[in-house]
């Protein structure tokens, strides 16, 4: 059963960058966004998407299992922790593994950076600043229960494909009521608006 996490409802981004301008924010990397804001469909759709890093767990983290220097750890509760600074060596092997295109390396500085879900804020019970801030509630974060609570009927996804692997991970995604989980890995097929599919990425109309 999820805990508390983000639930990303990729319908309801309307791609106004409030996230990435909050994440900016964080007393751990002030100054540099951690969030991506993905248009899957540029030039042909206005559809948007925020990226957080998803805190896989199973199989675990790739980007802490190929980690050389041991730099990114994973706490009690499932959060993968950006790099630590005083191990990471900017091999940039995390970049090439994670499956959801999340990890940065500040080449200037040799360091990976990423979300680790405002841990300084969410180890406390406080909501990250992307989740915060979005006027829409296209980031949730809250339980399971809270969500289907202000949105009843709505179904999430802990399961992506990239191929023959399947990845499990501690942030979910709202889908469609009758997606076949697992989602398929990169862009979805569709995405839904107010119930209706949205033309450009792959929908029917």
Do not use: W
Not at 35 to 63: F, K, N
Not at 171 to 180: G, I, K, L
């Amino acid at each position: 059963m999820l805990g508390r996490t983000i639930f990303i409802d990729p319908g309801r981004c309307i791609g106004c960058q409030a996230c990435v301008s909050a994440c900016r924010e964080c007393d751990s990397h002030r100054g540099k966004s951690m969030i991506h804001l993905d248009y899957p469909d540029e030039g042909r759709s206005v559809a948007s998407l925020p990226t957080v890093c998803m805190h896989c767990e199973d199989p675990v983290a790739p980007c802490a299992e190929v980690c050389p220097a041991e730099a990114i750890l994973i706490t009690a509760d499932g959060v993968v922790q950006e790099a630590d600074p005083t191990r990471c060596i900017g091999c940039a092997n995390c970049v090439n593994a994670c499956p959801f295109g999340v990890p940065k390396i500040d080449l200037e500085a040799k360091l990976q950076m990423k979300c680790n879900l405002c841990y300084d804020r969410t180890s406390y019970g406080l909501a990250p600043m992307c989740a915060t801030v979005c006027p829409t509630g296209a980031l949730f974060y809250g339980t399971l229960e809270e969500l289907q609570a202000e949105r009843p009927g709505v179904d999430v996804s802990t399961l992506f494909a990239f191929g023959d692997v399947t990845v499990s991970t501690g942030v979910a995604m709202v889908v469609p009521a009758d997606r076949q989980q697992p989602v398929p890995g990169g862009l979805l097929n569709l995405i839904e608006v107010n119930g209706q599919p949205t033309p450009g990425n792959g929908a029917t109309l």
